[in-house]
């Protein structure tokens, strides 16, 4: 999981990738050999620290959801996660200097308990990456690279910002290097009144919380061969935790506590061979509970989840070719109410990446991995890339390769009844036992899947993801991206009904039934003119259900209403609108005026089209007569005037156009103000 197309690590000066912002070449492991960004045969950007530092964000989310295809997408716990070429977060896999964190919800990743305050740039790839990075990377990665020491000597950076909401986010980053010492530690406080959009209810939106990071960063010198890096973060936040039932309000609080460390060995043989390993563990818990008006429990909920991952892999270098081998472990173990039994899962992974250069102009990429988990059939996952310098300016780019996610522990232990709405969820793996004793019991009333079919496990999803694009630099201050994209996923994982129990209880539980397709075009282009950099960024997207065009195609009866007259008619292809929260259309805009390194004005502007939530005419399927979520706009402004070479001060608006939706977008909460303070001591 540490290595990429271009093998992701730590060391900055030995072996990870390093970007010049004038001439944007990487160089790739310890070999030091460097490889135009523009000539990487597969699709790749990267946000700089400038881009993050004039845009004033505070968290992840702030940032990575102004890219070109990469939605923000509010779950049903109220965090938020990423979609990625029509896939959702539960098929991306988040990295923090080449390790995964832990602790979805709903298969998200929330994005707003990771600050970037010590973030250098933010790599991202998309497509199937399941080649290098194993399950969860179906949809792609995205890579947090974390600042470091380059010269002799310290850094000091403070930073205070207040934001609307009585928001308040002071940061501190030391950096420290002398000789074979390399020392980074930064500390982030994030604090916040929340906000509230709907005042009918006795809810807000979005509770008061604060939290804080601390990470630190060491590397070490032993010798010129011998290299100690190690990384840890803790994460912690406190929430006011609160439901509404009956009319009746319950409070208690929500607490989160995530810590990771990583530390590795390198050893460099030569300019062409080195070995590195490392171990890397985490463990991400929240503890939740609501107390009534006599101060007694009335619900607790708890989630620990722990993950150990070990791993020994070589770069070696010979002329125009370069490779990796990687071999390791993974051990994973979940606790966590609702669920019927502790949740264990091993892994056992080998993975080799050979990238040739032939031709001069020709840049081939070919990566395998076998990943072996202990109660699961083995996968192989594979990707080759293949880019062609037409020209100094021309470049085709194409890639294909097949990505996978196991079935993750709430689909197969979830063991949970809502009492109050009137619905059990059985995850796969307890369902056929559970379900056979209620019968024993005489609590079925009805069986609408015979309980066979589940005395079995779910398969792994499975895609197969292409990439087809062109880069065309026009002249030196403009250029064209533009990328075709096409993933088909099979046996994907959804519930079904089961049963009903003899009280009107439907029981639903995991099936793979579904194949679904996400198509579309994405096009960037970028024109620099003096103190202006304009960044135009699209995508088309048709996000599709196999099966339901399967059975419009064969007659199977698709109805809906007409919203005017009532009448139910039949459906056609045309009317299929797709996959729900997926919009059929994606845009942004950049503008940047850098004056004299003293005055810089940043805008964004983000558009996104109608999308729906649920079917509201009953017939189980999106089309174009339910009910959507109308497009919206985004715009933001902000200002950095530059004091001196230590002092900085920033200004700004979010949402300029004070939008709000209330009844669907509970992530977005109006029009914002912030001012940010920078101080740098050297």
Known sequence: ML?????????????????????????????????????????????????????????????????????????????????????????????????????????????????????????????????????????GVINLITKKQIEDGYKINLALKYSSHNTVNPNILYQYKRGKLNLSNSFDFYK??????????????VNPFNNYTFSTKLQYGFSEKFILNSNARYFNQNQLYTNEKLSTLYEG?????????????????????????????????TDEFLLDSNDMVFDDNFYNHTLIQSEFKMNISLNSAKGIIGVGGIKEQLDRKDFYDMAIQDLKFIYAQLEVTTFDNINIIAGTRFDHYSNYSPEISNKLALGISLSDDIIINSSIGSGYKVPDFRQRYFDFTNSTIGYTVLGRDVAFDRLISMEYDGIIQEIFIPFSEINSNLKSETSVNLNIGARYNLSKKLNFNVNFFNNKVNNLIEWQLVALSENNTNIYSYFNINEVETKGIEFNTQYKIDCWEIKLGYQLLYALDAKVLNNIDQDTSYFARDPQTQISFKLNKDDYFGLFNRSRHTANVKINYQLNDKLNINTIINYRSKYGLNDSNGNNILDSYDRFVDGYCLWDIGITQNINSFQSFQVGIKNVLGFTNPEYISNISGRLYYINLKINLT
């Open 192 to 205: 916040t009144d929340g906000y509230d959009l709907i005042n009918s209810d006795l809810l807000k939106t």
């Open 3 to 139: 290595s990429s197309f271009f093998s992701f690590s730590q060391n900055q000066e030995d072996s990870i990738i390093i970007i010049n912002s004038k001439l944007k070449e990487i160089t790739i492991s310890a070999t030091k050999s460097s490889i135009s960004l523009d000539n990487l045969p597969i699709p790749t950007s990267v946000i700089t620290e400038k881009e993050i530092s004039v845009t004033s964000a505070s968290k992840l989310d702030e940032v990575i959801t102004k890219e070109t295809g990469i939605i923000s997408v509010p779950t049903r716990t109220g965090t938020e996660g990423l979609q990625i070429q029509g896939l959702d977060a539960s098929y991306i896999t988040i990295l923090i200097d080449g390790s995964p964190l832990i602790g979805r919800s709903f298969g998200s990743l929330d994005l707003n308990r990771i600050s970037v305050e010590n973030i250098e740039r933010i790599e991202i790839i998309k497509g199937a990456s399941s080649s290098l990075y194993g399950s969860n990377a179906l949809g």
């Open 253 to 285: 609080e929500s607490l989160i506590n995530e810590w990771n460390f990583r530390t590795s060995l390198q050893y460099f043989l030569n300019s062409k061979f080195s070995q590195e390993l490392e171990i890397y563990v985490t463990n991400y818990n």
